[in-house]
């Protein structure tokens, strides 16, 4: 079995969030870190290179693989902000019609800016994506 290439990391979280050359972006950033720690109530992780994560949670597939995985997280991507929400998005659906300009992948949600959703749909979404994996 492969071993998994995205785990949790030392480096800086700060440090990382300070490279994001986009101003908006970084201000983007710094918004859905207060978002995701108020629903975990964890501090943010690097998750490889890229990713900032909050929390760990312990998965195991039917396959018989088994993994540490962070709960919930964001990555600032070129093209947009990437969310990695666990659980099926498509459970969501209703608050995801509410949520404002966006677009989604398998677990993940893509947003270009903040200004372009509903903050309080998006604060309700993150939180009820991370009391749905605890429970």
Known sequence: MAELKTKKTEAS???F???VKDEATKKDCLEIVKL???ATKADPKMWGSSIVGFGTQHLK???GRELDWMVIGFSPRKQNLTLYIPGSLESYAELLKKLGKHTTGKGCLYVKSLKD???KVLKEL???SVKE???
Do not use: E
């Open 117 to 119: 959703v509903n903050a």
């Open 133 to 135: 994996t605890k429970s």
């Open 61 to 63: 597939y039917a396959s």
């Open 126 to 128: 993150i939180q009820r």
């Open 36 to 38: 995701m720690k108020q």
């Open 17 to 19: 969030l300070n490279g």
């Open 13 to 15: 979280v700060d440090d």
